[in-house]
């Protein structure tokens, strides 16, 4: 059968060779794919700036519904979805300036966790003459997100496979 070649972009896998991997890598799925994947991390500013230069999509006005998806070239967002987001670049300048400032960072921040964190440890360490063990890495419930595999690659149910009749010793 060879070696596979699976796309996470794509969630798919074909014959690993060079003219399959350069024809898929090239592709218009897999590159639309590659573009979705990166937008879900980009900042609210620069998604704001672009929603505010496109026109509004008619059809998904109208019907709720675009055959384009996030591929299409007009905005799908409602006025009140471009409100909440501005509101929301606004709340991150406003934090950034404050920081600047050298104001108090508002709680639930990662400089404040780390800083109680800091203390925390530094008072565990005082108070115990031996040394603690950190604790081991566990991921967060419910990752990595569940994917249905294929038959080849799950697991044996508990007790094993079952065995077809004209294959049992006996």
Known sequence: MGKRYFCDYCDRSFQDNLHNRKKH???VQHL??????YDL??????????????KPCRKFLQTGQCDFGSNCRFSHMT??????????????KRLKE??????????????????K????LSAAQSNSA?????????????WPPVQELPPSLQAP???????????QWG
Do not use: C, M
Request: net charge negative; charged share 30%.
């Open 79 to 92: 006025e009140q979805d471009l409100e909440k987001l501005s509101a929301q670049v606004q709340g991150e």
């Open 117 to 120: 964190r800091a203390q925390r």
């Open 41 to 54: 991390f980009r900042d609210a500013a620069a998604i704001l700036q672009e929603e505010q230069t496109k």
């Open 130 to 142: 031996l040394p603690e063990k950190p604790a081991p890495f566990q991921y967060p419930l419910g």
């Open 98 to 115: 404050l920081q600047r400032e050298g104001a108090d960072i508002p709680p639930g921040t990662i400089e404040d966790w780390l800083d």
């Open 157 to 167: 149910p508990p007790g094993g496979w079952p065995v077809p009749p004209n294959l």
């Open 25 to 27: 890598l090239n592709g």
């Open 32 to 37: 639309r794919a590659k573009r979705v994947w």
